[in-house]
């Protein structure tokens, strides 16, 4: 997902708020996110635990396509939608290797960290914070 800002003197009349790229994996590539207040929970109750060892991977699991938090970040940002892109345009405007690790699909799941540590998310997940949270503009 990337985002870009449109000059006024560019656009001329047509001017509007970020356009936002979506590129041609985005129905299927999904990415892990979690609220920053889950992961604060997690951190405490690792601190607490005198058990806790290892690794943890966390996440919310809401898995949230490309395309989902786009869309959803353009609303929040004002703009009337996402405008389709390529994944050639995302490699040429971020790089290859950056705009492959975009285009990845990233879900992971917290299983341990709910076993273990009796961790379970709360807040609400990154889609749903962009358009009701406090990232709308």
Same mark, same amino acid.
């Given at each position: ?13 047509? $001017? ?6 979506? &590129?041609?994996?985005?129905?299927? @590539? ?11 929970? &997690? $951190? ?10 290892? !690794? !943890? ?16 970040? =353009?609303?929040?940002?004002? =703009?009337?939608? @996402? ?14 290797? $950056? =705009? ?29 914070? $962009?358009?009701?949270?406090? !990232?709308?503009?």
């Amino acid at each position: 997902m990337t985002a870009h800002l449109a000059s006024r003197e560019a656009a001329g009349d047509d $001017f509007q708020q970020p356009v936002v790229d979506l &590129f041609d994996r985005r129905a299927v @590539a999904s990415w892990s996110t979690v609220h920053a207040a889950d992961l604060a929970d &997690f $951190f405490r109750r690792v601190l607490e635990n005198d058990s806790a060892r290892g !690794y !943890y991977v966390i996440d919310d699991g809401s898995r949230p396509t490309v395309a989902q938090l786009t869309e959803a970040a =353009a609303v929040a940002a004002g =703009a009337p939608g @996402a405008v389709p892109g390529s994944d050639d345009e995302a490699r040429s405007r971020l790089g290859d290797a $950056f =705009a492959e690790v975009l285009l990845l699909d990233q879900g992971a799941d917290a299983a341990k960290a709910r076993i273990e540590l009796g961790w379970r998310p709360s807040h609400p997940g990154l889609v749903d914070e $962009f358009r009701n949270g406090s !990232y709308r503009s």
